[in-house]
């Protein structure tokens, strides 16, 4: 399975990663240990300009990352007819044991790897380098996570064979399956609306408050991560039963099929970036008086802000759309 087309571009493409990140990482070090603005030494002059050969790869490589998470899925989801039992992408996944741990790398690194996008953006708009440690030590962090993404994924291509048995969607996400998938299928649908419909209008109200006043950023970007979590769940527990109508069918893969116009594409990456931008502005937020940030941050915060606001606006109102003319009725 190893040479399956989408299995070879996503790693050929993980290895590119992998290899330039480890270089940016090397190199990042290196300016986190001997960087000195106040210095005119021939040292600093070339850390100033690896820094910005670095940003710029950086920028590319992680803008292709953020793609990678979908693309991954969609290969998933085209591997299940070679499958015994599998009508989806969530039993290719479940063909070894290392599919579901790369989606959830795929997901944390896609999150991390938005909000470093955020911070080399906002530091690239001043002249003093004031997030430059902030920048490499967030990159310190995602590097060995993206190479780990890499070893894992390649692990699941290579030990996937064509005569393995796994899963459908129905028995993985169903009340019995007694894993974490089950127990969030379980969650009770009237609780789980009320927390969604709440979430998001907190969400919304602190968001529209941050966006005219300018303040409450922290407030705002709090309420941004908690209704990421809570519509993730909300999507498996109720939101996917109305487009599948059918009470018991809580898989969150099928919506990417074309039987439901690959509408989970859609509702996935509207989530996925409301998340990324919630985030971003609660990470600014320690760095907002910090020299020339004074002036840079809060306007990239609110354009944060009000992309965060939009994507979880039409997260709802496609799910809520969805609800009200779907033949399916639940209590």
Sequence with gaps: MILHPAALALLTTALLVSGLGAYSCFHGMRILGKWDLSSGSE???????????ISTVMSYILAFQLMLLFLYIYTADSLHPLFTGAMCAAGSL???SFGYPVLILKIVNFLLSGVWLIVNHTDNKAYDYPLIRVKYELLNLLIPLLVLESILMFAYFAGIKPDIITSCCGSLFSYESGGFSGEIASLPHIPMKIAFYVSMSLTLASGLFFYLKGRSGGLFSISAT????????????????????????HCPFCLLQKEYGHVGYLLYATLLGGGVAG???????????????????????RRLALAAMICYLLFVLISSWKMLFSALRMG
Excluded: W
């Design 226 to 249: 908690v209704a990421f979590l809570v519509a993730a769940a909300s999507l498996v527990s109720f939101i996917c039963l109305y487009f599948y109508e059918l009470p018991t069918h």
């Design 43 to 53: 040292l600093q002059l070339e850390l100033e300009r690896r820094t910005y050969l």
């Design 279 to 301: 985030l971003g502005v609660g990470v600014l937020m320690p760095f907002k008086k910090l020299g020339s940030m004074a002036r840079i941050i809060p306007p990239v915060q």
């Design 94 to 96: 479940n063909a070894n």
